[in-house]
């Protein structure tokens, strides 16, 4: 695996991370109570939920964030980085653990690809993403709109809310 430098920018080899000894401190020691409870596990608003080209339903990372926000307000959870960003080619990567309370809760490795002919994306835009995509995995640990992953219940939703159509130069039906 490559590394980079945040300050420098530089790419360099590195191992991959070993994990803090005190990662999983308190692991399952003490679960949700049942308001915090309803409150991740709700039924997912199709208001809430977007969908890509390709047909894939998510929710948007703010939504994430609002939800975290509700049940254990602003403060009572964190995203912690369990290694420095990791880089391969174009693909950047980065282990995260979420806590609650300080509790451990979940673990992930968020992911995302640069791309050099988007000209509004820089390799901190990149971060950010990578971030965002470790936030959505942490989430499905607490129950977070676990539909989204559920195929019924996708193609339920596209049925519903979504029109398929044929975009000229794509092979295939875009969303």
């Known amino acids: 695996m490559t590394d980079i430098n945040l300050e420098t920018g530089e790419v360099t080899e590195t191992d991959l991370t070993v994990f803090p000894t005190d990662t999983f401190i308190?692991?399952?020691?003490?679960p949700v109570t049942d308001e915090q409870a309803s409150i991740l596990m709700a039924d997912a608003n199709p208001d809430d939920l977007a969908i890509l080209p390709t047909g894939e339903i998510y929710l948007p990372q703010a939504k994430y964030r609002q939800c975290l926000n509700r049940a254990f307000k602003p403060g009572g959870w964190a995203m912690r980085p369990l290694s420095r960003p990791y880089v391969k080619d174009d693909?950047?990567?980065?282990?995260?653990?979420l806590y609650v309370n300080g509790q451990f809760m979940a673990y992930a490795v968020g992911?995302?690809?640069y791309r050099e002919s988007n000209q509004r994306m820089n390799w901190s835009d990149v971060l950010e993403t990578v971030k965002?995509?470790?936030l959505m995995r942490l989430c499905k640990d607490l129950g977070i709109v676990l539909e989204c992953w559920d195929?019924?219940?996708?193609?339920n939703f596209r049925a519903k809310f979504c029109i398929k159509v044929w975009v000229e130069g794509?092979?295939?039906p875009q969303w």
């Open 170 to 172: 794509k092979n295939k």
């Open 132 to 134: 965002s995509n470790a």
């Open 111 to 113: 992911g995302a690809e």
């Open 26 to 30: 308190n692991i399952s020691s003490q």
């Open 151 to 155: 195929k019924r219940f996708t193609e």
């Open 91 to 97: 693909l950047a990567m980065q282990e995260w653990a």
